[in-house]
Every structure is written in structure tokens, then in C-alpha cells.
């Protein structure tokens, strides 16, 4: 009989060889290894996923990977303190800060009442009850990038917010990667939020330009009934990273659940979010703006499960495309056959700014119950040359006119952003985005 031996990339290689070396150094109880080697075997028998595999069809991380970088050790003081002063990311948003250098928690503030963090490496190590939580709705699975998030973890925090806290200022989660050599980072965040809770949850990640690193977070949200969550996420990755990003939520009856992510860093990024209705008449508000230069690719993954009846989502997402980059949208709704009175509509819009930029749109219905509302709908194209005449001929210079409308285009998706200084933050930066590229 013939045997079959994988052909492997370097990079596959090299992730082997890696997790054979610290598999065992790696935080956590017996089950908690039992959990890393199943994730990894998923990863040991697929290999990374590539063009051929529908889901990373634009994204192909095979290809894109050149390299299994070593994991990030636990830093010195010597180097977080540089680190999180030249942190810049909601600097002047108040908030009960979270700091995570290169995926290691580093430091917390003292957070209100009611609510709880622990160190996702004491809690691997105790085997803290909220671990059996972990893991994220069916959708999310088989994953790749969560599979290599579960096998390589090695800190992050679980938080716990009791029933009926309501918090006025928001947790700000601050993931900062820091280095001058290729590393690798894989911080995991589980949040469970009690019956009738309500917060805002921020999350920045940022790292040095001109290293190659690979980080790979993972935020899961388990939420209960009647609660109202903001979500804000904002990519300002070095401009050699590779960054993979996941959301996991699983939603209880008559939540609202809004989330935003905005994407300005990164060499190649992904986001992806997997949403899963587990009580009925809840509601998900789920959009991003993206912002994309030179040769960089984002992609941005979603996926809504709508398991129960009543329930509502949309999403919107805008993408402006420079140079010669590429974006990435692919959409799915979800509608199992007992969800009846689903009302799910999905839309992403492309702006292309140059010849050489490309868009990749693919919104996606699987609907198994009669009585729902459903769409979704996709669109790219060009600045409108006669808004721009209309805008040049009262004398603004061209650039300054397309960035107008380019600011103006993106504007939609940061509108559902009720905190205001968050929101002013996320449109300077998009306007110097722009500055950036008239100048």
C-alpha cells in the first residue's frame, strides 16, 4: 500500500517544528493540551488554508506566509514601558485600560464593580471555570485561524461582567506588539456579560513598521439576555504585519449587539466575525471602514448565524482602495429553518482610487425558513467624476475634493459609533489617511 506524504511549505514546516518545541512550555492543564493538540491537528492535516479552500479563496495564507516566526516571550519591564508610552491608540478616550504587550498582559486598572479579569495564563494554568465557555459558536469551529490562535495561546484575559452591571466608562483593550525580528503573538480574550448588562468594549492593536511579524487575537464575547455591548476595533498594525483577527459572539433574547472595525495598518490583514443568535428578538449592527494603500491586502470575514426566530442584523461595510492593494468582503447570512421572521440585510461598497487597485465582493444567503426578509447587496466603483467637477468648479483643488468624498463615503460606517471622541478619532485618522495620500 502506498503511503501519502504531505507536501509541506516552509512555513508549514516550520509551524510544526514550532509547536513540537513549545508545546509542552505552554501554559495550561492537562485538558487544556488535550484542546491545543486537537486545534493544531486540524492545522497538521490541512496545512495552512490556500486559494483552493472557498473560504480563504482571496486570502490565501499558504502563499502568504513565508515563515513560522518564533512566539513572543512574556517582555521585561525595560520593554513595555516604551511600548505602551508610544502607544497612540485612543490615548484621550476614557476607559478602565487593558494593556497586552506583544499578547501578554501587562498591566490592568482597577476595574469597577462587578466586574472580573484574570490573566488567560493563571486561568489556563488553574483551569478557571469560564474556560469551558471557550471555544466560540459552531461557525467559527474549523476555522484555521482560530485553530492556531487555540494551539499557540498563551495569554490573554478573561473577563466577567455580573448580571445587571452597567458600565459608564468602557473597557479599553489595548494589544500592543513591540520588536525589532520577526515574532509571533496569539493573545485570547473570553468576555462573558451577565443578564442585563451594558458596556462599551474598545480594541486598538498596533506594532512597529518594518518587521514582519504575525499576531493572531481572537475576542470572544458569550453574552446573556437583555444586554447592550458596543464593540469598537481599530487596526493600526505595522506595515510589514500579518494580522489575523477573530470575533466570536454568541448573543442571548432581546440583546443589541453593535460592533465597528476600523482597518488603517497592516501588510496583510484579516477580521473575521462569527455571530451566532442564541436567544430570539435580538438585534446585531455589524460594519467597518477600511482603508488600503500600496500593496496591502485586508480582507474582512463575516459570518451571522441566525439559529432562532425574531431576530435582526446588518451589516455594512466601506472599503477605499489605493494603489496597488487589494480588499477583501465575503458575507454570509445564515437562516436556519426554525428562524422564522429573520430580518437580515448585508451590503459592502468598494471606492477603487486607482487603476491598480482591485476589490473582491462576495455576500452570501443561506436561507432554510420561509417567512424572513433578506438581502444583501455589493457595489465598486470609481469617485463621481460630476460630484468632483461640482466641487472643483467652486474651487477646491482635486485632492482636497476627493478626499471629501472619500471622507464623506466612509462617514456612513462610523456613524452607529455613539461614543463621540472615539468617533472623532477613527474620522481624523481616516483624514489623515488621506492627507497622506494627496500629499
Not at 422564522?340 to 482591485?358: R, Y
Amino acid at each position: 500500500m502506498s503511503v501519502i506524504t504531505p507536501i509541506r511549505t516552509p512555513a508549514e514546516a516550520g509551524l510544526i517544528d514550532l509547536y513540537k518545541i513549545v508545546r509542552n512550555t505552554l501554559p495550561g492543564t492537562q485538558n487544556t493540551l488535550k484542546h491545543r493538540d486537537e486545534a493544531f491537528a486540524l492545522i497538521e492535516a490541512t496545512g495552512l488554508p490556500h486559494r483552493r479552500v472557498e473560504e480563504w479563496k482571496y486570502t490565501d495564507l499558504r502563499s502568504l506566509v513565508q515563515e513560522a516566526p518564533p512566539l513572543a516571550e512574556r517582555p521585561k519591564l525595560a520593554e513595555t514601558d516604551p511600548a505602551i508610552a508610544g502607544s497612540k491608540a485612543f490615548a484621550a478616550v476614557s476607559g478602565v485600560r487593558l494593556t497586552f504587550v506583544n499578547g501578554h498582559l501587562v498591566t490592568t486598572e482597577a476595574v469597577p464593580d462587578g466586574v472580573e479579569v484574570t490573566s488567560l495564563a493563571e486561568a489556563l494554568s488553574s483551569g478557571h471555570p469560564l474556560l469551558s465557555k471557550m471555544g466560540g459558536p459552531d461557525i467559527a469551529r474549523d476555522n484555521a485561524a482560530v485553530a492556531l490562535n487555540s494551539a499557540f495561546v498563551a495569554d490573554g484575559a478573561i473577563i466577567s461582567v455580573a448580571d445587571g452591571v452597567k458600565l459608564d466608562a468602557p473597557l479599553v483593550l489595548r494589544f500592543i506588539n513591540t520588536g525589532t525580528k520577526a515574532f509571533a503573538t496569539s493573545p485570547r480574550i473570553v468576555l462573558s456579560a451577565g443578564d442585563d448588562t451594558a458596556f462599551t468594549l474598545i480594541e486598538s492593536h498596533e506594532g512597529p513598521a518594518g518587521v514582519g511579524y504575525h499576531s493572531n487575537s481572537v475576542v470572544e464575547i458569550i453574552a446573556g439576555s437583555s444586554v447592550d455591548i458596543t464593540h469598537i476595533r481599530l487596526n493600526a498594525e505595522g506595515d510589514r504585519a500579518l494580522a489575523l483577527s477573530s470575533l466570536l459572539v454568541t448573543l442571548g433574547a432581546e440583546a443589541k449587539f453593535t460592533s465597528t472595525a476600523v482597518v488603517a495598518g497592516g501588510h496583510v490583514s484579516r477580521h473575521q466575525v462569527f455571530l451566532a443568535f442564541a436567544g430570539e428578538d435580538s438585534v446585531a449592527t455589524i460594519g467597518g471602514a477600511t482603508m488600503l494603500a500600496g500593496k496591502s491586502l485586508a480582507d474582512t470575514t463575516l459570518v451571522v448565524d441566525h439559529m432562532v426566530p425574531g431576530c435582526q442584523s446588518r451589516e455594512l461595510f466601506k472599503t477605499v482602495v489605493d494603489g496597488e492593494a487589494t480588499g477583501v468582503f465575503q458575507g454570509k447570512i445564515i437562516v436556519r429553518q426554525h428562524a422564522q421572521k429573520t430580518d437580515g440585510q448585508m451590503m459592502s461598497a468598494a471606492l477603487l482610487l486607482s487603476e491598480g487597485a482591485a476589490m473582491n465582493n462576495k455576500p452570501e444567503l443561506e436561507i432554510f425558513a420561509d417567512d424572513v426578509v433578506c438581502a444583501h447587496g455589493a457595489t465598486c466603483g470609481q469617485l463621481d467624476d460630476e460630484l468632483l467637477f461640482y466641487l472643483m468648479a467652486r474651487g477646491l483643488p482635486r485632492p482636497e475634493a476627493e478626499a471629501l468624498l472619500v471622507q464623506a463615503f466612509l462617514g456612513e460606517a462610523l456613524e452607529p459609533i455613539a461614543l463621540e471622541e472615539v468617533r472623532e478619532e477613527l474620522t481624523d485618522l481616516a483624514a489623515s489617511w488621506l492627507a497622506g495620500r494627496a500629499g
